[in-house]
Structure formats: C-alpha cells, structure tokens
C-alpha cells in the first residue's frame, strides 16, 4: 500500500493524465478490492476494465484496455480508480485482509472435496464457461497426444465466423475475436511444456497463416490482433528453444517468412532471436540464403531490410555499405545514409567521398535531399573548407529559389566573409525570377522574404511595390516600417482592415483590433489623431450588432 499515494499516481501518469484522471472519479463503478489489486469499471469513451496492483516487484503499476492504457501508458482511468481507492484508504486494510480470508476459506473448502464433489464442480463450470471448456479441451487431446484434435481446436479459435457479420469482424468485436485467438496461443505454449514442441512448431507455423488471412476481416484498429501475433512469435521461438529443430530447415523458414515468401506476416519474427537455435551451422545457412535472395533482387525491400540486419549483426560495414549501394536514390538519401554508416565506422574520409558523390550524381539538385547538402556543408566548415561549403550552398540556392536556401548561403557566406559578394548574386536571381512573367508572383515574393529577412525594408518595400507583395507580406512591411513612413504604413493597416468589417468571428475581431491598435498608432505619429476618432466612430456605428468586436474594442481602449 505504500506505493499508492497521490504524488506517484501524477508520476506514473504525468501531470496531463493526472489533471484528466481527476475528471472521472464519478466514472468508476464495480470497484472490488483483493489482496494486492484492485479492478473497476470505468466509463470513458468506452467501458474499460481497468486493474492497480499495489505491491508488485517494482512497486504500484496498473494495466486499462483503454487504446492509451493497451500502448503500456498509465492512463487517465487508472489515475480515476487510483485515487477512488485513496479514499477509502481507511478501510482498504480490512478490505484486503477480508480478499485474504476468502481466498484462504475457498481453498479451504475445495481441498475438502471428495474427488467426485470436484468433478462435478467442474464439469458444472465447464457447462457455464465456453473459454474454460475450449481450454480445458485443448488441454485433454495435447495430453492424449491427439495432434489432429488440437490442430482442429485451434483452427476453431481463429475462425471469424462466430463474431462475423457479412464476413467481417467490426470494432466491437474484435477484442473478444483476440481473446479466443489468444487461447490458440497458450495452447501452443502448452505443447511446449508438456514435451511436444515439433508439434508446437508446425501448429505455430500453421496457426500465424490462419492469423494473417484473419486479419484481413477484421477491424484492428486497438492492435489486438497484433499483440496475438507477438505472442504466437514468442510461441514459435520456445517452441524451437525446445525442440531444436533442423538447423538448415529453419534458417530456410525464417528467410521465407522475413520475405514474405508465406503468408504470415502478423507475426513479426526477428531471424536474430534464433541465433542461440540455429548455431554456427544455421547462422551460415541462414547468411548463405539471404545473400542468395538478395542477389536475386537487390532492389527488394525485405531482401535489403534482412541482408542489411544480418551484416550489422555481424560488424560487416562494407556488406552494409554493398546492399545501400546496389539501389541508390537519385536524389542522394542513400548516399546520405551510406555516410552516416561510415562516420559510425570512424571513417570519415569515405563517408566524405560518398556524401559528395551523392550531390555530383544528382540529376537534378533542386530535388536533392537537402540533409545531404546540410551533411556536406558541415563537413566542410569542421575541416575549414569554407569556400567549398559557400559554393555547395550557392549551387543549392540556384536550384531552390527558397527563403530557407537564402538563409542558408547567407550563414555560410558569412562565416566565410563573402556575403555581400553573395548576396548581390542572389538577389540578382530573384530580381530576374521575379521580372519573367511566367514566374512574376512566385519570384518577387520571395525576394521580398529575403529582403526582410535580411532586414532591408526599404528595398523590400520597394520590390513590393514593383513585383506585388502578399498580405501577410505587406502587414510585416507596414509593421517593421512604420516608425520611419507612417503614412504609408497607414495606408496598409486600411487595407487590410477594410475587409474584415465585411466577417465574423472572434478570430476575425481579434485580427481587425490588432489593425486599429496599429492605425491609432500612425494617426498619432503624423499628428491626426482627430481623423482616426472619426474613422472610429464610424467604423463603431457601422460594426455596433458585432457584440463581441464591440467588447474587444472597449477591452482595448478603442
């Protein structure tokens, strides 16, 4: 119990899980209490069943079937429930010893059966139970050594036809689908323990076919099916721990599923995890046939995913490098990656070699990954190459006519003390962008960002009056020069305002305020401070139905 208290629930769950928990405290319903846990109902969105374990081996925890809770979160339901119980701390004590008892009594009272008093007890509850009856009828043919009673048991789980309708398994139903599949599952590892894991291994197999061609009828959407799916991988695994299959035949499956060659994909099978299975020899099959599958299609995706898995297990950078260099990307992201490879490899003089390589193979640099030209500029500035890293960004420039890409030549062009140089070429690209028709709008708002980021206003307004400029454009203008020309600022702000008088909404208010703080402000500077009153007044009269404008207005001083 010492692990329940306020100040960790807000620890396990965080402070916006916490603040949100506190809103469902009227929501949680069925609370029953047992030694050591705690379960409830709480309605959310949904009906979550949700469990506290108080004294676990790392102290308070809890689990909800909420979609938050199932990703391994400590979620808002669990806070609810958590602090439900903090109220009753007083009389959780003799609640738990109560749990306690009760346990102690019915375990009590079976020992005392007779054996037939048992039996009945339990054919009375398999009568009730349909899980319990499945399970403890895959437990009787696995101990009667009858394969094709449990192979038929567990295609019985995985059919979707009792929780289909039309043939497809909605929302609502797919946890209870997930948990019949589930038994499927315990019943493999069930195999396992008691001495028959080949038998395990071939109804693994089977079963993850049965999986996948059922996932594609039912509505997923909480990963239910895919959590069986890692279970009945864990399943496969043991079974083969166990077993100790045919290294060669093995190494041959786990190739085929790692590449889609069966259909079963819902299990996700690392062929790592069998390295203590397969061995040395395995480990060779399983390198040997996907060096095979991968020189039949370097191109293909799992073939490259599992022949790169393998060479970084095995510290082999020049396989790793030979499987990126076998598809390269036209626009030099696998260049990238291979250099990233070898600077982890300390090997920067390739990885160099490679990155410049990626740019000089670029058909187009407009289209090049512009990480790549990030990588290389950097590279250079540490090896004190500035002029190469201010031509790659001149280059850069010269394809992609962006702000960004401006920025960029300006910060390298400094740092190599050229930018006046630079930047006189630059502009002159946009000014020439900007002057071909097809090209006007695009090319002149762009020298205008540059200009204003660059903090030139008198040539970006100037280059807004040649070219056109946007509003968003012109409000920035009129901001950052209306100290020095407030008439023309003014002229901006009414513009600009005059539109919104003609909408609603407090967005729209709030945007047509923030434009008369700024027309009041060049009344002021040009000394007309009378005209405004009278552009105010009206604007009042005309606006005075917009209850909200006219309270913002007041809020404001206006």
């Known amino acids: 119990m010492r692990g329940l208290t306020e100040a960790n629930l807000k620890m396990l769950a965080g402070p916006r ?43 308070l925890s809890g689990e909800c079937d909420c979609p938050y809770g199932m990703e391994g979160n400590f979620c808002k339901h669990l806070v609810a ?77 995985l059919d979707i036809s009792p929780f289909a309708q039309y043939g497809y398994v909605e929302y609502a139903d797919a946890r209870a689908y997930a948990d019949q599949a589930g038994q499927a599952v315990s019943a493999i ?39 069986v799916g890692a279970d009945l991988a864990g399943a496969h695994l043991g079974a083969c721990r166990a077993a100790r299959p045919d290294p060669e035949e093995l190494a041959r499956w786990l190739v085929g599923h790692a590449l889609g060659d069966v259909d079963d994909g819902l299990a996700d099978i690392d062929p790592l995890d069998y390295e203590d299975v397969l061995g040395e020899e395995g480990m060779a099959a399983l390198r040997r046939l996907t060096v095979e599958a991968w ?10 995913y599992l022949m790169e898995r393998l060479a970084k297990a095995g510290g082999d950078v020049d396989a790793v490098i030979a499987v990126h260099a076998a598809d390269l990307a036209p626009n030099g992201h696998t260049h990238l990656v291979i250099a990233h490879e070898l600077d982890t490899a300390r090997r920067p003089g390739e990885a160099l070699r490679w990155a410049e390589r990626g740019i000089h193979d670029a058909r187009d640099l407009a289209a090049v990954d512009t990480a790549l030209v990030d990588y290389l500029c950097d590279r250079y500035a540490q090896a004190d190459r500035l002029p190469d890293a201010v031509a790659l960004r001149r280059d850069h420039f010269g394809a992609r006519r962006t702000l960004i890409a401006y920025q960029q030549l300006r910060a390298a062009a400094r740092a190599g003390d050229c930018w006046p140089a630079e930047r006189e070429g630059a502009l002159a690209l946009l000014r020439a962008d900007a002057e071909q ?56 702000y009414r513009r ?8 609603t909404g407090n967005a729209i208010y709030e945007q047509l305020t923030s434009l008369l703080l700024s027309i009041r402000d060049c009344h002021r500077r040009l000394g007309t401070q009378d005209e405004f009153t009278t552009y105010l007044t009206a ?15 007041d809020q404001h001083g206006l």
């Open 17 to 59: 899980s916490y603040e949100r928990g506190l809103g469902y405290l009227d929501a949680v319903s069925g609370v029953e209490v047992g030694d050591g846990w705690v379960t409830a109902i709480v309605h959310g969105t949904e009906r979550y069943e949700v469990e506290l374990t108080l004294d676990g081996p790392g102290g």
């Open 81 to 157: 429930l958590g602090l439900t119980v903090l109220a009753q701390r007083e009389s959780l004590p003799r609640q738990r010893k109560a749990a306690r008892d009760r346990a102690q009594d019915l375990d009590g009272w079976l020992s005392a059966l007779s054996k037939d008093s048992l039996l009945a007890l339990l054919r009375e509850q398999i009568a009730e139970d349909r899980q319990l009856r499945r399970r403890l009828e895959l437990r009787a043919a696995s101990a009667r050594g009858d394969l094709a009673a449990v192979r038929a048991r567990i295609r019985d789980l």
């Open 189 to 227: 590892g069930a195999l396992t323990g008691s001495g028959r894991a080949d038998d395990a291994i071939t109804l693994a197999r089977e079963a993850m076919k049965l999986l996948a061609d059922a996932v594609e009828s039912v509505d997923d959407s909480d990963g239910w099916l895919g959590q």
């Open 295 to 304: 020189r039949g299609n370097r191109r293909g995706w799992a073939e490259k």
């Open 437 to 492: 028709q097809q090209h006007s709008r695009y090319g002149g708002l762009i020298l205008i960002d540059a200009l204003l980021d660059d903090k030139d206003i008198d040539a970006a307004w100037q280059a807004a009056i040649e070219t056109g400029a946007d509003d968003r454009q012109w409000l920035t203008l009129a901001d950052q020069a209306r100290a020095a020309r407030p008439g023309d600022a003014l002229a901006v």
């Open 496 to 503: 600009l305002a005059e539109p919104l008088t003609q909408q």
């Open 539 to 553: 604007l009042r009269a005309d606006q005075k139905r917009k209850r909200n404008l006219m309270r913002l207005l």
